[in-house]
Structure formats: structure tokens, C-alpha cells
């Protein structure tokens, strides 16, 4: 079964650019390289409909999430994209490329100069309903002390 799109939702083909959701932890400055090994891939859309309808949707263990995102290339140092926060090293994140697909189920982004196209907290994410201050606050707590 090939993958489908969510969106049109036709197959997504080889060496189509596709934007690749995952989720895991960022250990900055170089995230591609760890990519393979901390990254869990969460959706693929062609590039053209996410573009169009800017919306993630996944899985988190409780029920389906629905997000709209904006899809913008950032280059280091990053900011979420919902808080406006700088990602600081080894937060998890959610973290979306976008690149040509390969035969194999990972990609490197082949656009040189930009690094990712969206990028936000893990809390961010998951609990929406908690404002931006009180987030940094938390994030900043949990790494007190390590
Ligand atoms: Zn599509
Ligand atoms: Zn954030």
C-alpha cells in the first residue's frame, strides 16, 4: 500500500517534495544528523497541500490532535512556531522538512540554507490551553538542576 496524502489524498511518490512531521528530541546546532535515530516521523503531505491547508493532525496516545500550523523555513537559532520561544537544546519538539522522497522512509531536506519549516515545543503541542509565559516557565523549571 502506498502512503496517501491526508490531504488530496493520492500517493505520495517517489521524489515528490513531501513535508515530513516528526517528533523528538533537539539537540542543537546540527539537528540532521540525529535525525535518523531520535526522530519519529508522525505524517507526510505533498509539499503543494500542506502549503494549501496548513492543518497537522496525529495521534497522541489520548485521541486524534488537529493543529493548524504555519509553514515558514527558519534557519538557527529556531522559534516556535505557535509561542514565538527559542528552542533551547534537548527539548523535544515537533519539527516538519521538507524534501524530495526517497526510496528508503527518511529523508534530509534538500534545500540548502533553510533547516526546517515548522518547529514547536512539545507542550506547545500537547497543551495548547497553557499560555506562552507559563510554558517558557515550565520548560525552564525542568531543566533546572541537569
Ligand atoms: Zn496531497
Ligand atoms: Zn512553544
Redesign the pocket.
Known amino acids: 500500500m502506498p502512503l496517501r496524502c491526508p490531504v488530496c489524498p493520492k500517493p505520495l511518490e517517489v521524489g515528490q517534495p513531501i513535508f515530513q512531521l516528526a517528533r523528538g528530541r533537539y539537540f542543537g546546532p546540527a539537528i540532521t544528523p540525529t535525525y535518523r535515530d531520535h526522530w519519529a516521523v508522525l505524517g507526510k503531505w505533498h509539499e503543494t497541500c500542506i502549503r494549501k491547508c496548513p492543518k497537522i493532525s496525529f495521534h497522541d496516545g489520548r485521541g486524534d490532535k488537529e493543529f493548524d500550523i504555519e509553514i515558514k523555513a527558519q534557519e538557527q537559532p529556531y522559534n516556535?512556531s505557535?509561542?514565538g520561544?527559542e528552542i533551547e537544546c534537548k527539548e523535544w519538539v515537533f519539527y516538519g522538512v521538507i524534501g524530495r522522497k526517497p526510496r528508503e522512509p527518511w529523508f534530509r531536506p534538500e534545500r540548502r540554507g533553510y533547516d526546517v519549516e515548522f518547529i514547536?515545543?512539545d507542550d506547545?503541542i500537547k497543551r495548547p490551553e497553557v499560555d506562552?509565559v507559563t510554558?517558557a516557565l515550565m520548560r525552564s523549571r525542568k531543566w533546572d538542576g541537569r
Do not use: D, G, S, V
Open positions: 516556535c505557535l509561542c520561544y514547536a515545543h506547545c506562552p510554558q
